[in-house]
Every structure is written in structure tokens, then in C-alpha cells.
């Protein structure tokens, strides 16, 4: 008998992403065969089998967007834009969809800003000042009131390579510092892609926190300011921001499940704790979170594979705006201290496949991982029946957290239509279960744990076997269940070909 979950995910017709070098979204047959965990990203860590270390991923010469970096410049002048407050029956209007398990956490909503709509209203308002080193900045300021973070969404008509952007909040004494050919090559992915219209050509600057961000463009000598085409025509106000989302004993932290269980809880699962990072993207101007994992390949590369979820991330364009949260939990069990080695990515990624049939999003970040992160060992194996399992997630968007249990099921699970926020699974046999069903004894998921990898024991290790569609477990429900889209049965139709193009493991 089947069962009717919902996850209010937009879904994405299986397949491959047009330009990108996926595969099919079909399925595969099973092959019986794991490979190792990686390791630390730039040193040998005794904790994993396998050390590897990162490969140089940006070749431009501009400076790396990885974290918040002390400013180059002296403060510039900006012109200042004021939204207003927003209206926070919009807000409210939407809080009774995060009640629902499997959706991606909305943590922000599109605003429309007039002043910076068009090419020339833009470059109306930017204020070209010397610099000391002959060229030439200005700064644009906008103010979206009572947000608690804010993504400004850059149109991009024309932008000279040389430039570097800084994005800021006004008075911070550290910017985002962002090469301009860092912004063009975002852009290039979207266009290869296929997506050449005006939401492909927007960039989306990482996230500051507070209701105000400063966008601000420097250009080297000799390079005029003709060559500046960008417009500012929508920011994403969060509402709910990655950065200050709280923890035990805040007023946060009452939203989220009480069953919920740190990470720090259970040791034994602390080198995958390091693998999973708290994804944040935009797609038109919504803001959402997500979970996703850092993948080891067989040969040990080094190169930055990333999985998450199909109803998260399904096109390049939405994989262009990801920023990855790495380390965000407590430092104890229910502790209220956050991990000092916290820290953010931007940069985006390249979406190498996306399927609906497994809700597979495979993802290679444009940024280098933090030190201490681990790349996830895997499995092809058929996944076994009654196996121990564990999934690593972010519950709202909240810290951290671990559920435990067992794999109990294979299950087939489709879209009830084409626009359907439901989806139904059924148990069904082996050989035709693009998912498995997994069940917890402690904690559970919710939103904002979408794409969450479900880690079984396989002899001594853990590996990845799969990542969270959604489904009717909760805190007041802990026996519901939890679809996981099948690793080995995307891994047969497509991702070996980039984790193993070999077809073995070593």
C-alpha cells in the first residue's frame, strides 16, 4: 500500500542538465563494491583511511571569496537605497509551509528594488571616486528593513575582468572581496547550461548579515567605467539567516523538534560530521537551506564533489547562487557553543547531474573546502535490509543533528503530478526501489534536512547510501518514515562516471 508524503519541493524533470556532461536520470543495476572514505583537506587526519588533498580550484588571479577578509580599500562613499520594512504578514504567510517535513527551508523572500531596476538607473547612482592606486570605486547601499540578512541579486550586462567587488555591510570591518572574472565565470556556467536569460545572467552575492548590504565595484587604472553594466533589480531578504539561527537555551531553539540530537552526541559518527555542510541558495529571489555532503572519489582527488537533494537544487542556475556552511553545530552535546571552526563558502557550483528518479543533485564546488573537512566514503553495494543507519542534518536550519535507526525498506516513490508539492512511495521489491525507507529510534527530520545523507555500517565503517527526499517522520511522529534516493542506483546511471570513471574502486 502506498503512502502519501509531502515535501513542497519544486520539482525538476529527470535527466541531464543540458551542457553540464551528466548522464541519464534511469536507473542502474547494482554492483556490489565501496569505496574509502576521504580524508582531511589538507593534511593526513588518522581518523579516515584515505588522506587526499585539494587541487588548486580557482585559476583566476583575483582573490578567493571562500570567508569574510579584512577590507583593501578605505571606506567609499554609497549611494543608499531604503526598501522599507517588509510587510510581515508575508513572512507569516509563509511559516505554515515549514511546518511540512521534506520541504527545503524557506528562509527568505524576493524584493523588488525600483531605483537599481535597470542598466541606467544603476549607473545613474554609482559615484565613480579615485583610489590611491589610480583607478576608480563606487558603492551602491541598500536597506531591506527588519531582514536579518540580505543577498543582493546582480544583474550582470557587462563587466570588466580586471574589476574586484566587495560585499559588505556598512560600518563591517571585514568585506566578501570577489574577482570580477570569479562573477563571470558563475555566469558562464548558467549560459552553458542553457539558461541565457535574465535569472542566468544574475549573480548572487553572498549573504550579509543585518538588514542592510553594500555592493561595491573597483575598477584598476585605465579601465573605464563605460565597461559597468550591472543592474541591482531584486534582493533576497532572509528572514531567518544561517548565521544567527540559535541554539540551546535562545529563543530559536524552540522551533525546533525536541527529539532533535546534536551531533556532538554520538562520537562515534564525528569524522562524517565533517563532510556535511548546511547548503544556502536562491531560486527567484526565495531563499532556502538545505543539507548536503562532501563526496571522496575513487582515486582520491581531491576534487570538490558535492550531494544534495534534486527538490533542492535542480538547475545550474540555482547551483550558481550556493554557499556552503561548514562546521555549524554545537561543540558539546546540547551545548549552546557554536563550533569556533564554523565557516562559510560561496562561490557556487557546477550541477553535473540531476535526476528526479533518485532526487539526486551532483554538484562540483567551485570553492576549495575548509581545512578539517572530510570527503564521504560510499557505497554500491545494494543496500542491506535492517543495516544500522545514521543521517547527519540541519533541522530548520538549526545546528547540526544526528538520527539513528535502521534501514527498513525499499520503497518506489513518484511526484503525484507535474507540479504536485505530494509524492507517494510504496514498499516495493529490490530491484525496483529507487529508494529506501529509514526509520529512527533517535531524533528525527525536518525541514531544512532535505538532501541529508543516510550513512549505514558496512563492517566497521559508515558509508553513504543515500540522501533525504522527505517523508512523515517527526518528533511527534518517530516511527513515520524517511525516503532516501538510492547512491547505487544513481551511481549506476550516472555518478561513476565521475567518482570512479575507471569502474572500480581501488
Same mark, same amino acid.
Given at each position: 500500500?502506498?503512502?502519501?508524503?509531502?515535501?513542497?519541493?519544486?520539482?525538476?524533470?529527470?535527466?541531464?542538465?543540458?551542457?553540464?556532461?551528466?548522464?541519464?536520470?534511469?536507473?542502474?543495476?547494482?554492483?556490489?563494491?565501496?569505496?574509502?572514505?576521504?580524508?582531511?583537506?589538507?593534511?593526513?587526519?588518522?581518523?579516515?583511511?584515505?588522506?587526499?588533498?585539494?587541487?588548486?580550484?580557482?585559476?583566476?588571479?583575483?582573490?578567493?571569496?571562500?570567508?569574510?577578509?579584512?577590507?583593501?580599500?578605505?571606506?567609499?562613499?554609497?549611494?543608499?537605497?531604503?526598501?522599507?520594512?517588509?510587510?510581515?504578514?508575508?513572512?507569516?504567510?509563509?511559516?505554515?509551509?515549514? &511546518?511540512?517535513?521534506? @520541504?527545503?527551508?524557506?528562509?527568505?523572500? #524576493?524584493?523588488? *528594488? =525600483?531605483?537599481? %531596476?535597470? $542598466? !541606467?538607473?544603476?549607473?545613474?547612482?554609482?559615484?565613480?571616486?579615485?583610489?590611491?592606486?589610480?583607478?576608480?570605486?563606487?558603492?551602491?547601499?541598500?536597506?531591506?528593513?527588519?531582514?536579518?540578512?540580505?543577498?543582493?541579486?546582480?544583474?550582470?550586462?557587462?563587466?570588466?575582468?580586471?574589476?574586484?567587488?566587495?560585499?559588505?555591510?556598512?560600518?563591517?570591518?571585514?568585506?566578501?572581496?570577489?574577482?570580477?572574472?570569479?562573477?563571470?565565470?558563475?555566469?558562464?556556467?548558467?549560459?552553458?547550461?542553457?539558461?541565457?536569460?535574465?535569472?542566468?545572467?544574475?549573480?548572487?552575492?553572498?549573504?550579509?548579515?543585518?538588514?542592510?548590504?553594500?555592493?561595491?565595484?573597483?575598477?584598476?587604472?585605465?579601465?573605464?567605467?563605460?565597461?559597468?553594466?550591472? &543592474?541591482?533589480?531584486? @534582493?533576497?531578504?532572509?528572514?531567518?539567516? #544561517?548565521?544567527? *539561527? =540559535?541554539?540551546? %537555551?535562545? $529563543? !530559536?531553539?524552540?522551533?525546533?523538534?525536541?527529539?532533535?540530537?546534536?551531533?556532538?552526541?554520538?562520537?562515534?559518527?564525528?569524522?562524517?560530521?565533517?563532510?556535511?555542510?548546511?547548503?544556502?541558495?536562491?531560486?527567484?529571489?526565495?531563499?532556502?537551506?538545505?543539507?548536503?555532503?562532501?563526496?571522496?572519489?575513487?582515486?582520491?582527488?581531491?576534487?570538490?564533489?558535492?550531494?544534495?537533494?534534486?527538490?533542492?537544487?535542480?538547475?545550474?542556475?540555482?547551483?550558481?547562487?550556493?554557499?556552503?556552511?561548514?562546521?555549524?553545530?554545537?561543540?558539546?552535546?546540547?551545548?549552546?557553543?557554536?563550533?569556533?571552526?564554523?565557516?562559510?563558502?560561496?562561490?557556487?557550483?557546477?550541477?553535473?547531474?540531476?535526476?528526479?528518479?533518485?532526487?539526486?543533485?551532483?554538484?562540483?564546488?567551485?570553492?576549495?573546502?575548509?581545512?578539517?573537512?572530510?570527503?564521504?566514503?560510499?557505497?554500491?553495494?545494494?543496500?542491506?535490509?535492517?543495516?544500522?543507519?545514521?543521517?547527519?542534518?540541519?533541522?530548520?536550519?538549526?545546528?547540526?543533528?544526528?538520527?539513528?535507526?535502521?534501514?527498513?525498506?525499499?520503497?518506489?516513490?513518484?511526484?503525484?503530478?507535474?507540479?504536485?508539492?505530494?509524492?507517494?512511495?510504496?514498499?516495493?521489491?529490490?530491484?525496483?526501489?529507487?529508494?529506501?525507507?529509514?526509520?529512527?529510534?533517535?531524533?528525527?527530520?525536518?525541514?531544512?534536512?532535505?538532501?541529508?545523507?543516510?550513512?549505514?555500517?558496512?563492517?566497521?565503517?559508515?558509508?553513504?547510501?543515500?540522501?533525504?527526499?522527505?517523508?512523515?517522520?517527526?518528533?511527534?511522529?518517530?516511527?513515520?518514515?524517511?525516503?532516501?534516493?538510492?547512491?547505487?542506483?544513481?551511481?549506476?546511471?550516472?555518478?561513476?562516471?565521475?567518482?570512479?570513471?575507471?569502474?572500480?574502486?581501488?
Amino acid at each position: 500500500m502506498g503512502h502519501t508524503w509531502n515535501r513542497l519541493g519544486l520539482l525538476a524533470v529527470a535527466g541531464v542538465v543540458a551542457g553540464c556532461g551528466g548522464g541519464s536520470g534511469g536507473d542502474g543495476g547494482g554492483s556490489a563494491a565501496v569505496c574509502p572514505a576521504g580524508g582531511n583537506v589538507t593534511a593526513k587526519s588518522a581518523s579516515v583511511e584515505t588522506p587526499v588533498q585539494a587541487e588548486s580550484l580557482r585559476q583566476t588571479a583575483g582573490t578567493s571569496a571562500s570567508a569574510l577578509q579584512p577590507r583593501l580599500v578605505q571606506p567609499v562613499s554609497a549611494r543608499a537605497i531604503a526598501l522599507g520594512d517588509l510587510a510581515q504578514a508575508k513572512v507569516a504567510a509563509v511559516k505554515p509551509l515549514l &511546518a511540512q517535513q521534506g @520541504v527545503p527551508q524557506q528562509i527568505g523572500l #524576493p524584493r523588488d *528594488v =525600483a531605483a537599481t %531596476g535597470t $542598466v !541606467a538607473a544603476t549607473r545613474a547612482l554609482l559615484q565613480w571616486q579615485a583610489t590611491a592606486t589610480g583607478g576608480q570605486v563606487a558603492a551602491i547601499s541598500i536597506d531591506s528593513g527588519l531582514a536579518v540578512g540580505l543577498r543582493l541579486g546582480v544583474l550582470v550586462k557587462s563587466l570588466p575582468a580586471s574589476a574586484t567587488l566587495r560585499v559588505y555591510a556598512q560600518g563591517a570591518a571585514k568585506a566578501y572581496t570577489i574577482a570580477a572574472q570569479d562573477v563571470l565565470d558563475n555566469l558562464a556556467r548558467n549560459r552553458a547550461a542553457g539558461d541565457t536569460s535574465d535569472a542566468g545572467r544574475t549573480y548572487w552575492a553572498p549573504m550579509v548579515e543585518g538588514a542592510e548590504a553594500t555592493l561595491e565595484i573597483e575598477l584598476p587604472a585605465q579601465v573605464s567605467t563605460a565597461g559597468v553594466e550591472i &543592474a541591482i533589480p531584486s @534582493v533576497s531578504h532572509l528572514f531567518s539567516s #544561517p548565521l544567527t *539561527v =540559535a541554539k540551546a %537555551g535562545n $529563543v !530559536a531553539k524552540a522551533a525546533v523538534g525536541s527529539c532533535e540530537v546534536d551531533t556532538a552526541c554520538d562520537p562515534s559518527y564525528a569524522t562524517e560530521s565533517n563532510s556535511v555542510a548546511r547548503m544556502s541558495f536562491v531560486k527567484s529571489g526565495i531563499a532556502f537551506v538545505c543539507t548536503g555532503t562532501l563526496v571522496n572519489d575513487a582515486s582520491g582527488s581531491g576534487t570538490p564533489y558535492f550531494l544534495g537533494a534534486n527538490h533542492c537544487i535542480s538547475t545550474q542556475s540555482e547551483a550558481s547562487t550556493l554557499e556552503t556552511w561548514w562546521f555549524y553545530r554545537a561543540t558539546s552535546c546540547a551545548g549552546p557553543t557554536l563550533d569556533a571552526k564554523a565557516t562559510t563558502r560561496i562561490g557556487g557550483a557546477t550541477l553535473l547531474y540531476a535526476s528526479a528518479s533518485t532526487d539526486t543533485s551532483f554538484m562540483r564546488l567551485a570553492d576549495s573546502p575548509p581545512t578539517g573537512a572530510v570527503f564521504a566514503g560510499w557505497s554500491v553495494a545494494t543496500p542491506t535490509l535492517g543495516a544500522a543507519a545514521a543521517s547527519l542534518h540541519f533541522p530548520q536550519g538549526s545546528w547540526q543533528s544526528i538520527s539513528t535507526g535502521a534501514i527498513k525498506s525499499f520503497l518506489s516513490c513518484t511526484s503525484l503530478s507535474a507540479n504536485s508539492l505530494d509524492f507517494s512511495c510504496s514498499a516495493t521489491s529490490q530491484a525496483a526501489g529507487n529508494f529506501v525507507n529509514a526509520q529512527f529510534t533517535s531524533g528525527s527530520t525536518e525541514t531544512g534536512s532535505s538532501g541529508a545523507p543516510l550513512f549505514a555500517s558496512i563492517g566497521s565503517g559508515h558509508y553513504l547510501v543515500g540522501q533525504l527526499y522527505g517523508g512523515s517522520s517527526s518528533c511527534s511522529n518517530p516511527s513515520g518514515s524517511n525516503a532516501y534516493g538510492r547512491f547505487d542506483v544513481a551511481y549506476n546511471a550516472a555518478l561513476g562516471r565521475w567518482l570512479a570513471p575507471s569502474g572500480s574502486c581501488p
